[in-house]
Structures are given as structure tokens and as C-alpha cells.
């Protein structure tokens, strides 16, 4: 095997516009599905636990279907499927400041209905997990459904929701590779357009390892903050990071052992 060093050192430090249009891609695809899919969680979860069967039975069947499926299934059926049978075709938008490809618009939309269907089951669990009394002393005093949600229940559910809701969006940076099958140009994508021009496969798919690896190894920093601050604190004394979140990181424990 003749690997090229030079070029891996190029690339990496010094990417090319095609590989930082797939970075920004990669990023921005992962922000808007991540936040959208917590927020359409979030219904879902209320739908879930809510009194109405229907709502609840319709919440069931989505978070069944959409977690029971494979998200590369998902975005080929929603992007190819739905326009094969004439459902609905993807076109594109235009912005005024951008143009919106129709596939990055299944893209989005696919990342988002999955990430909805895992995050109402966090949220769900996050709300259960607040002790019963909390609701009959907030409508003891007269509070509203939606008022003692948003004040009382979903502030102390976060506490248990914010850990793996990072972990989630850890998982949505590399689920954004999946788009690359319907011709999003995002990080991997950009790397494949790049390897059939200079035929340096090894070397540039070592690059994009190194990429990704560095984009979750910073998020992972950032959750670890994210949790001390809005995580639960006895579950956050428990783990005594500290300063010493690499341990985390690299699956150690205290001792320095793995777990």
C-alpha cells in the first residue's frame, strides 16, 4: 500500500471548498434536524401521556414506526418512494438568500421524524420520571395543563432528558452520511466527489474519520458542560467529572478503568 502522506496532511489542515461546503452541510443539516425532532418530540410525548386515546394511540404508531424501521430506508421511501407513487414530489426552494434542494429537504425531513420518534420516548421517561405529587399540588392551586407543564413538570424532566439528548445529537452528526444516498453533498459525499478526482481513496477517507472524530470529541466536551449545568446534580456528583471529562470520552472510569 503506497499512502500518501502529504496528501492526508493537506487535506486534513488544509480542506478544500468542497470538503468545508460538507462540513457546514453536515453541521447545519444536524442542527435543524436535532432541534426540530426535539420540538416535534415533544408533542408526541404530550400525545403519548395524554388522556385522549386517540392521541395516544396515534403517538404509539409513530414511535413504532419510525424506530422500528431503518433511517436508511426512511429517507430512500420519503425522498424516492413518495415521488415514485406520485405522492409528493421534493422540489426546490428558493430562499431569496439560497436555494433549498429538494433533497436536502427529505433529508432534513426524514433526520427530523426519526430523532422525533427516539426523543418523544426520552421526553416521556423524562416527564414520568417527576414525582406524581408535583401535578396534584400544581392543580391544587388552580395551574393549568399547559401552565404546569411548561412551569413545573418540563423544567425538572429536562434534568433527566438533557444526557441523552446530547448523546442524540452525537448520533445525528454521523446519521447525516446516510443523505449521501440521495445526492446531498455532505461530508462524506464531498469526501467521494474529491477520492474520484484525485484517486487518493485511503488517505481522504482517513481524512473524513478524522473529521468526524473531531466534531464528536467537541461535542462531547460541550455535553459534558451542558449536563453539569442542566443535568441532574445528584446523578452529575455521582459521575465526578470535574475537569477530568476525557475519561468520559475514552469510556474510563475514575480508577481509570474501563467500564
Known sequence: MNFEW???????FRPSSVYLHGLWLTLSISVISQGFGTLLGLFIALAR?????ILQVSARIFVWGF????LL????????GLAAANI???EDINLGFAVLPGNMQAGILALTLNEAAYMAEIIRAGINSVAIGQTEASKSLGMTYGLYMRRIILPQAARVVVPPLGNEFNSMLKNTTLLSVI?????????QMVTSVTFRVFELYMVVACYYLTLTTL???VQQRLESRYGDPAAAASRKLGSKGYRRLFGFGQTGERR
Open 73 to 80: 430506508v426512511q429517507i430512500v421511501f420519503i425522498y424516492t
Open 6 to 12: 502529504g496528501v492526508f496532511w493537506e487535506y486534513l
Open 88 to 90: 409528493f414530489r421534493f
Open 183 to 191: 445526492g446531498v453533498p455532505e461530508l462524506l459525499l464531498a469526501t
Open 219 to 221: 461535542w462531547g466536551f
Open 49 to 53: 401521556i395524554s388522556k385522549h386515546h
Open 67 to 70: 424506530r422500528g424501521t431503518p
